[in-house]
Each structure stands twice: as C-alpha cells, then as structure tokens.
C-alpha cells in the first residue's frame, strides 16, 4: 500500500473505511503507515467510527465484520456450510482409532461425525449430545456414555451442574469440539454460557484436543469462554488459513489441518 497525502478528518475517515472495505481488516499499524499520521490519531478515529457503528474493533485493528456471535438453534446450523462441515467430519474421523475413548461436543460438524465412524470401529463415545447418542445407538461397537443434565433445546444436549459433576467422573484420549469463535485474545468460545463451562471440563480431563470449524469462525467471539488457543492441539478447518492468523495459530502451538 503506498502512503496517501495529507487529509483532513473527513477524508481520513472515509478513507480507512475504504481500506477496511477492501482488505477485511486492518491494524492500527497499518493504517498509520499508509496515511501518515500517528497510531494514536488513528485509535482516535477507530474509536469515533466504532461509535458511529461503521466498524468493530479488535485487538490492535478493526474489521467491517461483527465479532460477536448469536446462538443459533441446531436446526438452523444444520443448513449452513453443509459441504464445509462434511468435509471437515470426514477428515475428524481419521483420527479415531479402536479402542479410543473420545468425546463428542454438541455442535453440527461434531455431529456430521458420526456418518463417516466405521460401524466396525470398537470405541468408546462420551457425549452431551442426545443427537449423537440416538446415532450411534446403530453402532453396536460403539460404547456410548451420554451426559445427564437439563435439554439445552437450542443444541439438543445436556448442561448444568449434573452434566458438569458427570464428566468429572471420565476422562478421554480424544476430544472433539465445535466452537462458535475462535480469536486471538479471547481464545475459543462459545454462544451459551453452561455448555462453555461444561467444554471446559471436557478439556481438561482429556488428551488430545480437536477444534473443528469452518473459517467463518475465525475472529468471532461467543459469549462464553471455553479456554486460550494454548490449550488446543489440533484445529480442523475448510480451507487455508490466512497468513496472519495461521501465524497466531502458531504462535499458541496449534497444528492445523485443511480439508481442502
């Protein structure tokens, strides 16, 4: 990007609008560089513009897009990114083996999962979703250990105290999680606040943690915090990542997987 003349307030405004608009984001850094004027001068102005509604901030730039997520039922998850989220459970698998005890979370790639286990696999499948228990009772290998709790009915799953104080009991090799964000400072989260609480456990008390998601995910925050990227092992997702958040990935340890 070269460095645009002298502006006034105005234009300067208009202007990072119109890069922001372009490049999907931009850093205080960036943007300070390319209009000449201090980062100080351009906080200012992210902050006059995140006012006004015209971008988001984030930590160290700013975006057109709103990082924060809304739950969704699973009945209308189900119909987003069918193809990306297939392709995604389809790579997930190959990473069960026999014998392993893994945990499922309640999202709709965890549950695309279950048409891509072999029905001969002898495993063990601890989950908070009553979708993908009822699946997996055709899975006569399959040893299914589902979480009580109160029906989250947005997600068809488990949560609350009795779900957390029953995954205290087990522990796992393998985890694999559905996430509705997943950013830089916030780490990964989720849109409801007990089955944050409840993913947390399932963290702690396993092996070998798998993020799944699609890169519409990438930059968003949910409500509830699960855990900071150092605490995921592994993220599977559609398509490659850009090259700035696979260097936060990184950063954290992470080792990413792309379908594509």
């Known amino acids: 990007m ?3 003349l002298a502006m006034n307030i105005t234009q300067r405004h208009q202007e990072i609008l119109a890069v922001i608009k372009h490049e999907k984001y931009i850093t205080v850094s960036e943007i300070s560089k390319l209009l000449g004027v201090s980062e100080v001068t351009i906080r200012k102005d992210f902050n006059y ?8 901030r984030h930590h160290g730039g700013a975006s057109l897009n709103n990082p924060y997520v809304v739950d969704l039922p699973v009945s209308q998850k189900q119909n987003i990114k069918i193809e990306e989220k297939n392709r995604i459970a389809e790579k997930a698998v190959e990473f069960i083996e026999d014998n392993d005890v893994v945990i499922l979370g ?14 001969e696999k002898n495993i063990t499948v601890i989950t908070s979703s009553l979708l993908i228990a009822a699946r997996l009772c055709e899975f006569h290998n399959v040893t299914i250990i589902q979480l009580g709790g109160s029906v989250r009915y947005s997600s068809q799953s488990t949560v609350g105290p009795n779900a957390q104080e ?21 780490g990964v989260s989720t849109s409801n606040i007990e089955e944050a609480y409840l993913n947390q456990i ?15 995910k990438f930059g968003k925050k949910g409500l509830g915090r699960i855990c900071s990227l150092k605490d995921v092992d592994c993220l599977i997702t559609n398509q490659k990542v850009e090259e700035s958040f696979e260097s936060v990935l990184k950063k954290f340890g992470v080792n990413i997987i792309v379908t594509d």
């Open 2 to 4: 070269n460095i645009i």
């Open 202 to 216: 399932m963290i702690k008390n396993t092996t070998k943690t798998f993020l799944l998601s699609d890169e519409s």
């Open 106 to 119: 309640s999202g709709t790639t965890i549950y695309n999962m279950v048409n891509y286990i072999s029905k």
């Open 49 to 56: 513009l995140e006012e006004k509604n015209l971008i988001y």
């Open 166 to 186: 029953m995954m205290l009991q087990f522990s796992a090799n393998k985890l694999f999680l559905g996430v509705d964000g997943i950013d830089e400072d916030f």
